[in-house]
């Protein structure tokens, strides 16, 4: 069974970064097909960042040119780079596998 397990979360100042991680197992590493989603209080879900099947990465407008997606074969790694942090990035994020796999979310909270 696919496991997703996200870290890295916590609470930075404004302008600040924090790199996001999801440790796969039970399942062989792609980063294609692989996805960062947030959910802030009071919304949806949101797509923040993802590599298509065919290895194109897509972002949210509002993350573009701050935000990086990126994956480690060997630890079976994603990463979320998240620089330039704004208090409307505050959020739990979450991994996605192309298989429909959720993992349980880290927070994120950008305040002073």
């Known amino acids: 069974q696919v496991q997703l397990v996200e870290s890295g979360g916590g609470l930075v100042q404004p302008g600040g970064s924090l790199r996001l991680s999801c440790a796969i197992s039970?399942?062989?590493?792609?980063?294609?097909?692989m996805g960062w989603y947030r959910q802030a209080p009071g919304k949806q879900r949101e797509l923040v960042a993802r590599?298509?099947?065919?290895?194109?990465?897509n972002y949210a407008d509002s993350v573009k040119g701050r935000f990086t997606i990126s994956g480690d074969s060997a630890k079976n790694t994603i990463y979320l780079q998240m620089n330039s942090l704004k208090p409307e990035d505050t959020a739990v994020y979450y991994c996605?596998?192309?298989?429909?796999?959720w993992g349980q979310g880290t927070q994120v909270t950008v305040s002073l």
């Open positions: 590599v298509t099947n065919g290895g194109i990465t």
């Open positions: 039970g399942s062989i590493f792609s980063i294609y097909g």
């Open positions: 996605k596998h192309p298989l429909g796999y």
